[in-house]
């Protein structure tokens, strides 16, 4: 018998998870909330736009979740710590930390402690859009290949934008980082004891998708290209790496330090570490014609497809990857911007609620037909990351009457965001990506089957949920279970370890025909709003808006 | 010393006010809220569009105001009933009553007493869309005169579109009904103690303004023309009125039957009943220049033009009509379908909130700045009564991030409102309507200084408050003592017995600054959404989402 531990690192917490290789048994899990700033997310009362973490969260709860899922998966008399085979890692991203030499957070030094700079930079961090614009423009001028595979728009979210808004922000910082990380090669780093940025086995999902990596070219974007932008990120290429890896073989070995400090053998493997929605799609069994939806706080959209086909560049997705997700395959990602997140603002920040209220307000709104509240909205209140790529974009609610309630405001915003997930579906699918059916993970996709039979009536797709309610730590266990030689393949290690919940959403005719109506609706306001369409001002007006904003803070 | 009674007959209550002629002293003022259906309105849980009223109400409250206002005008020394030399009464409208060839409504008959649609069809009842629709279309063919004077579109809130529509759904009723009487014309006669519907001496504004009378052509529309709606219109014309009148001269005189039932002089005068605001407009002090603004659940905004001047047609108006405010004026009446509304809506149907709520939001919402929300909404929740004239069209809301706060949404619906105000301003004054101040009445304008600096630095117009926080109740008052002959004129009548509190609100370049830009953009989304300009399929948007939940109304 043999085991394997998915460590997933989220918004607010990390995640450590012990799974029997054999069936997928999930024998032991811990939970550990970032215990610094709100949730765990250092933010700005000023500027909404800045979202950092404390580096040295994720060192602690590291040591604290695995020590702790051992614990619990020792109450299986067949289990002992000695038959863990390897360990996987998930996370946030782009989520890049700056490090010293010796792959140390700067965050971590007396110096930068309190510096928000010196932290990692969350991936809902959006203080780099003018970054991100340039780098765009920039792009499109000298190096449009770059921009082909990330679906024709840098964002404000990813790597280089990032680095670029510390360098101007904070040149001390930046001068200061000898490297930069993504939280989820930093993790395995760590545990393989790497003590050189540059030496680090970096994985191709977050180089790919956020870092413009390609092998099409010489790994990232060439000095040229980077000095253009500024010549200090030109210099600081050769400190970061030239090669990045796909998860069919490990990062390393768990070193000695780490192997005392965990109660596990020294020498077990370490994954390649992979966005958090990476490992869940593999985690929710994504294979050829499965599209696999994280939700969450927002949500991600996974896909795959033969290596060996010719895929055409997709724009407005996140990306298209050789390797990313699962090797042998292209891996293909996109997303909202905020679903869970814009409930949440709803309940929480609008209606001063708690969880009693959202299921409360779902079981009103499920009373509902569609169509019947008259109301349609825009769920852009955190931007648009597909198929518009723009996080300067606002939300929208029309078809307010004086007798609108709450409840038919949180379907409108509900429905809003299935409407957000048809567009891309609708996108990847013109571009020759097979979408037969929708696998979701996340505790909405649990917990609220209205939301579920809505995407199914919107989509046209079967949706259907993942077995285990830990789908990005279970995908985690899966690729260590890979990285240890338990399996041969991702594929065999999926069928022996992930699974389907029973229940099954197929889209209804009549629900469907409404939908059809509303989505068309939909598009007229996102292609207005989006500046798709050349309709009168509108769409400049979220971006006026922002802009007044701007001017007019106090 | 001598006394007059104003009597307005609001949405939810009717108040009786006895003042001093010499100075507008209040000396006494009671309310009574009508005991029918929810806050005085038969509502039908189903069909959101009906408003009707219970005229028992009107009645009961009739006698019992009067007679607590006199008992609390009799703590004054000075004062005795027999002082009392005239009365004037106001009513919402169009608000039309079936009544028998008694002038006594059929509501009072056993057998239509829980008949809603032989009670008063109260000004908000939107039942008769597709009749008002279909008025306008057969004008716009047969008789364009008609709709020149009432701004271009009929209303479903108005006389023709209401009588139709009972026509078509409850026959029954109208043919018991002998004649329609509005509210304000109702009153009056029971109190002159009129009995024959066609000798009723009716009022010129809601003639004019809602049911297409003008001395142009020969009083209510032809037969002809009412032929083509229905023939039973045809057939009602000669039991409704040939002549509407200003408040020049009296509608009569005191019955012996009321003088008994109130304790008051018989033959004392009874003026013209016209339209709440149209009195609000003359309790406010309005003259040319000084446009009045009664800020309630709706908003109504009165202008008067002499007569002597040649005044175009103002498309999307209410109307301009001789005489319907002052004598010898044009009356130029618009509004906005919900403001006090709209606000009530946010904070007790949404956030089930009370009073205080309001009172926490303003404070809130009053520390930002113009444009520090980054929201922007349209003034629709319940249709667009000016400039649009479409009750088919529904609120919307822009800019809404994760962090936007209640308090923000309560600012942004106020400056909609203002926005709504503006687009009425700039309307009229294009068509040459003088408007250098506004003069506003009600509670929200007395309670909330935020609301009217905002309307002062959207408008660009000095805001003022008149002194009587009883506008409409005062304004019949002075009509009252114009028709007893105490003054020669109501210029004169005016002066004595109305003012201004003393505070003042001036627009504030900074503000008006910004809220020129927020203006350019309400104006965008108005004309897209208003199918003003022709933007994608957004200027059906709204219509769309109406006609789709009316279909899937369960």
């Given at each position: 018998m043999s085991y394997t531990i998915g460590i997933d690192y989220g918004s607010n917490s990390v995640r450590a998870l012990v799974v029997r290789t054999s069936d997928g048994a999930e024998l032991g899990t811990s939970i550990f909330n970032y215990p610094s700033g709100e949730q765990g997310i250092l933010?700005?009362?000023?500027?909404?736009?800045?979202?950092?973490?404390?580096?040295?969260?994720?060192?602690?709860?590291?040591?604290?979740?695995?020590?702790?899922?051992?614990?619990?998966?020792?109450?299986?008399?067949?289990?002992?710590?000695?038959?863990?085979?390897?360990?996987?890692?998930?996370?946030?991203?782009?989520?890049?930390?700056?490090?010293?030499?010796?792959?140390?957070?700067?965050?971590?030094?007396?110096?930068?402690?309190?510096?928000?700079?010196?932290?990692?930079?969350?991936?809902?961090?959006?203080?780099?859009?003018?970054?991100?614009?340039?780098?765009?423009?920039?792009?499109?001028?000298?190096?449009?290949?770059?921009?082909?595979?990330?679906?024709?728009?840098?964002?404000?979210?990813?790597?280089?934008?990032?680095?670029?808004?510390?360098?101007?922000?904070?040149?001390?910082?930046?001068?200061?980082?000898?490297?930069?990380?993504?939280?989820?090669?930093?993790?395995?780093?760590?545990?393989?004891?790497?003590?050189?940025?540059?030496?680090?086995?970096?994985?191709?999902?977050?180089?790919?998708?956020?870092?413009?990596?390609?092998?099409?070219?010489?790994?990232?974007?060439?000095?040229?290209?980077l000095s253009a932008l500024d010549p200090e990120l030109a210099r600081l290429r050769g400190r970061l790496y030239d090669k990045a890896h796909d998860a069919s073989a490990p990062a390393g070995t768990l070193c000695a330090e780490w192997a005392d400090k965990l109660g596990l053998k020294e020498g077990i493997a370490i994954a390649i570490g992979e966005m958090d929605v990476h490992y869940g799609a593999i985690g929710c069994g994504v294979d050829e014609g499965t599209l696999v939806k994280v939700i969450g706080t927002s949500t991600c959209d996974c896909a795959v497809v033969s290596a060996d086909k010719e895929v055409a560049d997709i724009p407005g997705i996140c990306g298209i990857v050789p390797g990313a997700i699962l090797p042998g395959f292209y891996g293909v990602e996109a997303g909202q911007s905020a679903v869970g997140d814009i409930f949440k603002w709803w309940v929480e920040v609008v209606l001063k609620g708690d969880a009693s209220l959202h299921a409360e307000l779902t079981r009103e709104a499920n009373m509902l037909k569609p169509g019947q509240s008259g109301l349609l909205g825009l769920d852009w209140n955190n931007g648009n990351r597909t198929i518009l790529v723009d996080q300067e974009l606002t939300g929208l609610l029309l078809g307010q009457t004086l007798h609108t309630s709450r409840a038919e405001i949180y379907r409108a915003l509900i429905e809003a965001t299935a409407f957000g997930a048809r567009a891309i579906v609708d996108r990847i699918k013109e571009y020759g990506v097979p979408v037969e059916r929708i696998v979701c993970s996340g505790g909405i996709a649990e917990k609220n089957p209205m939301l579920m039979q809505i995407y199914a009536d919107v989509t046209g797709c079967e949706m259907r949920v993942t077995r285990s309610s830990q789908g990005c730590a279970l995908g985690s266990a899966v690729g260590a279970a890979v990285a240890a030689g338990t399996f041969a393949d991702f594929p065999s290690a999926q069928a022996a370890m992930t699974g389907l919940k029973d229940v099954v959403y197929t889209p209804q005719a009549d629900s469907r025909a409404i939908y059809e109506e509303l989505y068309g609706l939909y598009r007229s306001l996102h292609d207005a709003?989006?500046?798709?369409?050349?309709?009168?001002?509108?769409?400049?007006?979220?971006?006026k808006l922002l802009e007044i904003k701007a001017r007019t803070r106090g």
């Open positions: 933010l700005d009362p000023v500027d909404h736009n800045l979202a950092r973490q404390n580096p040295a969260d994720y060192i602690a709860g590291l040591e604290q979740t695995v020590r702790a899922a051992l614990k619990e998966a020792a109450s299986d008399p067949d289990f002992s710590p000695d038959q863990v085979v390897g360990i996987g890692v998930d996370g946030t991203g782009s989520s890049p930390i700056p490090v010293d030499a010796n792959n140390r957070p700067l965050a971590l030094d007396d110096r930068f402690r309190d510096n928000p700079n010196a932290q990692c930079w969350l991936w809902k961090d959006h203080t780099s859009i003018a970054e991100a614009a340039a780098i765009t423009e920039t792009a499109a001028k000298m190096r449009p290949q770059y921009l082909a595979k990330i679906g024709g728009t840098y964002s404000s979210e990813w790597f280089w934008a990032k680095l670029w808004h510390c360098l101007k922000v904070d040149p001390g910082v930046f001068k200061a980082a000898y490297s930069w990380v993504e939280l989820s090669d930093f993790v395995p780093a760590i545990l393989t004891g790497a003590s050189d940025p540059t030496k680090i086995r970096r994985g191709v999902c977050m180089a790919g998708h956020k870092a413009m990596y390609s092998e099409d070219w010489n790994g990232l974007p060439d000095e040229e290209f709003f989006g500046g798709v369409t050349d309709s009168a001002d509108l769409g400049g007006a979220m971006k």
